[in-house]
Nanobody, 115 residues
Framework: VQLVESGGGLAQTGGSLRLSCAAS????????MSWYRQAPGKERELVAS????????DYADFVKGRFTISRDAAKNTMDLQMDSLRPEDTAVYYC?????????WGQGTQVTVSS
């Protein structure tokens, strides 16, 4: 399984960005998919997760009500709609996929929110 993120960039406080993660390879083996982020000098943290069928969504408290995770099984993609962005949302965002046997990370995409 290979993961490629896109959609990062620069936004102003209160603005929006949409991240996408495209999966390829043995996508049939993917179960849960997630978005993580890592800010400079901080540990990588979970932002949101979505189950294989899309029926179970989990969000970190710091993004609840602002970010929305979604998944398109037919296209093998996962998105993260980020609204009401804050400067503290600035980080590299990573796509993560758990498979039957292991897990995969994307290369990351930078999100910068200016105040």
């Amino acid at each position: 399984v290979q993961l490629v993120e896109s959609g990062g960039g620069l936004a102003q406080t209160g603005g929006s960005l949409r991240l996408s993660c495209a999966a390829s390879g043995s996508t049939f083996a993917i179960t849960t998919m997630s978005w993580y982020r890592q800010a400079p000098g901080k540990e990588r943290e979970l932002v949101a997760s979505i189950s294989k069928g899309g029926g179970t969504l989990d969000y970190a408290d710091f993004v609840k009500g602002r970010f929305t995770i979604s998944r398109d099984a037919a296209k093998n993609t996962m998105d993260l709609q980020m609204d009401s962005l804050r400067p503290e949302d600035t980080a590299v965002y990573y796509c993560y996929a758990r498979t039957w046997l292991n897990y995969r990370w994307g290369q990351g995409t930078q999100v910068t929110v200016s105040s």
